[in-house]
């Protein structure tokens, strides 16, 4: 009988953005006790004991199987206090989209979130997002083309990213 499956709670993908409970695949721990004298007694020195010390998990994802790195410290004179735990890696992405116009930043978090589940899906979504950027920077022209066009002969994209034979 294989060994029972451990799951993280729900966490966000640092590689995938997906959002879901992670396979605790490895666990390293440096918890150790500790003992120190609190009092002497006609019968010795009684001592407390306590244990306590870093705790390094591997989880991974079960969209794209990347593995994220996390590690938090365990005592257990904590009193029930929640876990804190600090993501190692992937590293943080917080200011990835930082500078994008709110409904761009939604618009581009939506097409990320599908990228390992549907490819086509994920291609239309950016597709969209590349919309969303020519209406934000007021860009003219009936297609797709034609707006990057415009972007590009005006400065606001690389010349390299689009052909400009309009």
Same mark, same amino acid.
């Given at each position: 009988m294989s060994p029972q499956r451990e799951f993280s709670e729900q966490l966000r993908c640092g590689h995938c953005v997906n959002v879901a409970p992670m396979e605790i695949v490895s666990k390293y721990s440096e918890v150790r006790e500790e003992t120190f004298p609190q009092a002497i007694t006609p019968? $010795?020195? !009684?001592?407390?004991?306590?244990? @306590?010390? *870093?705790v390094h998990e591997m989880l991974q994802c079960p969209a794209c199987k990347a593995i994220t790195l996390r590690s938090y410290h365990w005592d257990d004179n904590s009193l029930g206090e929640p876990l804190d735990y600090h993501i190692l890696y992937p590293a943080a992405t917080a200011n990835e !989209?930082? $500078? !994008? *116009?709110? @409904?761009?930043?939604?618009a581009y978090e939506a097409a990320r979130r599908v990228r390992t589940i549907d490819p086509n899906a994920y291609a239309v979504l950016v597709g969209r997002v590349v919309e969303l950027i020519c209406e934000d920077r007021s860009a003219k022209g009936r297609f797709l083309g034609q707006k990057l066009n415009d972007l590009a002969e005006? $400065?606001?994209?690389p010349d390299n990213l689009v052909s400009c034979h309009a």
């Open positions: 019968m $010795g020195v !009684l001592e407390v004991a306590w244990q @306590h010390g *870093p !989209l930082g $500078g !994008l *116009p709110d @409904h761009i930043a939604r005006r $400065g606001e994209i």
